[in-house]
């Protein structure tokens, strides 16, 4: 991922590696759920994905109950 700075005087670009992409590159496998912004940030970076649209102000709920629906049941999973 790059992130290009810019200033007054001068445009710098800055290579950062993510804990996403440090643990893609170290072979783990990870799980995501919530907030959707993950995924237009991080597209192809999960095993598997259960994003929630996140830009409602007014809904406080979703978010936080699908990945309710979703984290039991994935880590019982993962033990096996």
Known sequence: MSIIGLDSRRSVSLSLLTWVQQWRRATKRIVFMGD?????????????????????????????????????????????
Do not use: Q, R
């Open 36 to 80: 959707d912004t993950w995924m237009g940030c991080f597209p192809a970076a999960f095993a598997e994905a259960h994003p929630y649209p996140s830009f409602n102000v007014w809904d406080l709920d979703t978010v936080d109950d699908g990945v309710l629906e979703h984290l039991l049941p994935t880590i019982a999973a993962g033990s096996k």
